[in-house]
């Protein structure tokens, strides 16, 4: 056995079984230092507490053994290293419903092993290291050389109880990241709901006022029919809110009288609109109206109140496009425009584009922009489901 000259950790060997542990609970209970520093100094206790070369924890994926984090001087127990679990001894580990222990490799079987071929260990012990229920890697040390008596059982349960809490703080991390996505999501989902209420929230005021200074009752409908609306955005974004970005039920849906619809929402007294078809589409006809409003609010916010917007479709591919004749969208630009926040307008939130995203992936279509005719933007949507011309 090589001599070990010292212990990282308390700067001496031999540590008896009250100070291991005394020593493994301060580590693990300062909550103030990252995981990855508290992971460094376990390793570190390990190796002298049980005196052997490295101590690693692995990351087992798709019949591959990755090194996370090491201790020691053995080359290929070093974080970053990965080999085939294959040619792992933690193969035979996540096996296991205990701990994998072996005193002398070369007398117990293992000297025809690629295991021990490839790492020429000795000796080693290691546990799994379990997830939220799936198997994350093994917690393992390891030596060169082998042990003059076996690993005791009170050496067993030093090392799974480290992989017992490697595995709680992996868990706590990923439940967190979890939470943060959970978080962004729901500031997303804020964004939408207040960027897409905007549009007939501000109609139903704007015919509201008419109502009062003119009672007709024409403006009283078209206030009620902007309310309408809103409740149904309501609706469906909950249900996408609740639901994900999936969409289940489609039929045939007439273009252009969801456009002319759209339109009478977003549009401005001196805004046009040109349409060049009249195809019939399989869609959700909601998350169509969606796309809709956000493509013509983005002309308008762009290219001024009296700009022209014109939707057709396209001739090599089965979809459909929407251009105007506003100052277009620069080419560096392009590939940014469907950021979430993204906006080249100080008015903009950034959103408008990221909902024509959500609707297109959610259809299974695909949306390119590039510039129309007369330099402005042009939004190309493919893929999509033409029923009839």
Known sequence: MPSRETD?????????????????????????????????????????????????????????????EADGDHHLLQAGESCPLSKAYCRKTIQQEDTLTVQHAAIEGWEDDTAYETFGLESYIGAKVVVDGDLYGTFCFADSEPRERPFSETEETFVELMAEWVSYELFQKRATERIREQRDRLEEFAGVVSHDLRNPLNVARGF??????????????????????????????????????????????PLSEVIEECWSFVATEGATLEIRMDPTVRADGSRLQQLFENLFRNAIEHGGEDVTVRVGTLEDDPGIYVEDD??????????????????????GTGFGLVIVRQVVDAHDWNVDVTESESGGARFEITGVDIVAE
Do not use: C, W
């Open 326 to 347: 506003g100052p277009g969208i620069p080419a560096e630009e392009r590939s940014r425009v469907f950021e979430d926040g993204y906006s080249t307008s100080e008015d």
């Open 208 to 253: 509201l006022e008419m109502a009062e200074e003119t009672g007709d009752p024409e403006d009283f409908d078209r206030s009620l029919n902007a309310l309408d609306r809103m409740e149904a955005l309501i609706d469906d974004l909950l249900v996408l809110a609740r639901e994900g970005q999936e969409i289940s039920d489609t039929g045939p849906v």
């Open 8 to 68: 990282h950790t308390s700067g001496e060997v031999g540590l008896s079984e009250v100070d291991v542990l005394r020593r493994m609970y301060r580590i693990t209970a300062d909550h103030e230092r990252p995981f990855e520093e508290k992971l460094g100094d376990l390793l570190r206790l390990g190796r002298a507490y049980l005196d052997v070369e490295a101590g690693f924890l692995t990351e087992i994926s798709d019949g591959t053994q990755r090194i996370v």
